[in-house]
């Protein structure tokens, strides 16, 4: 890992022996990752107030296609600065070591809910794609057909999509929506094959991504929570790594694989 990690923390946290041997054995983990993890990239969770332009606002009231219908310049504004926060914003130290720990295992599956593209720009995804159970900011497509869109009018807000002409939106699934079906069975058949399932910052109250944890306890995995706040799973998990994951993953991995 990174000396990055060790100069913003400079307290070496302690991994419990018996989760070290655990990984160090298992052919099959997966990690189900929430807006926390990327905290540490300076992109605000949705549980955390907004600033700036943005503080009068909560974002369960403008995700969602309601929202989108009644304001959709409002909502297109929202994500416009959304994604240009992303695309300031580099992988912290907790999404290189998901990246590091998909290098060491070789059933490794990554599930995420954040739509920022993070993991893949730490270098996750080589082996196996990430699951992006929430679509990706980065993508855009029209509400009527979801057409995918390249490039558009930037002149016009929202643009409009140039095959059937409805507006356009990001590619990201809203309060209210589906998950795409493929990403959702491929989370479900990792969480329940998995040896060990990770749940990194995430309040685990969204569904259905919420249900994966209970998933893999249900089919014997071991279950462990990383998140600096307590959480409805936090009382089933075998282990609760309570901190920030660009501290403890870092400490993890070092831990499991000190070469
Ligand atoms: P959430 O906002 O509901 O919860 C965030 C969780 O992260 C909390 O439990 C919090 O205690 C924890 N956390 C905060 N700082 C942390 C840190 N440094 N390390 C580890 N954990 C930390 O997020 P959610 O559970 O992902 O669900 C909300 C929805 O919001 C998701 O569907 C997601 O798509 C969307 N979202 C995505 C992004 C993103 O892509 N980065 C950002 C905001 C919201």
């Not at 002149?155 to 990403?183: H, M, N």
């Not at 249900?218 to 790594?241: D, Y």
Request: proline residues 9%; charged residues 15%.
């Amino acid at each position: 890992m990174s000396d990055q990690a060790d100069k913003r923390y400079p307290r070496e946290i302690e991994i419990p022996g018996e989760l070290i041997s655990q990984l160090r054995s298992a052919s099959k983990v997966a990690a189900l990752t929430g807006a926390g993890i990327s905290a540490e990239s300076g992109i605000p969770t949705f549980r955390e107030a907004q600033t700036g332009l943005w503080a009068r606002y909560r974002p369960e009231e403008l995700a969602t296609p309601g929202a989108f219908q009644m304001n959709p310049r409002l909502v297109w504004e929202w994500y416009t600065w959304r994604r240009e926060l992303v695309a300031n914003a580099s992988p912290n130290p907790g999404h290189l070591a998901l990246a590091a720990m998909e290098q060491r295992i070789a059933g490794f599956t990554l599930i995420t809910q954040n739509v920022d593209g993070l993991h893949q720009r730490a270098g996750s995804g080589e082996r196996a794609p990430v699951i992006e159970l929430h679509g990706n900011i980065q993508r855009i497509k029209c509400f009527d057909r979801g057409h995918q869109v390249e490039s558009w009018e930037a002149a016009e807000i929202p643009p409009c999509c140039p095959t059937c002409g409805s507006l356009l939106r990001p590619d990201v699934v809203w309060f209210g929506e589906s998950l795409p079906p493929q990403a959702l069975q491929a989370a479900w058949d990792a969480a329940g094959a998995c040896e060990i399932f990770f749940s990194i910052g995430t309040s685990a109250l969204v569904e259905p991504a919420a249900s994966l944890p209970i998933v893999a306890l249900q089919a014997g995995a071991l279950v462990v929570e990383v998140n600096p706040h307590e959480t409805p799973l936090t009382p089933s998990a075998h282990f609760n790594l309570q901190g920030p994951s660009g501290q403890l993953l870092p400490s993890l991995v070092r831990s499991v694989w000190p070469n």
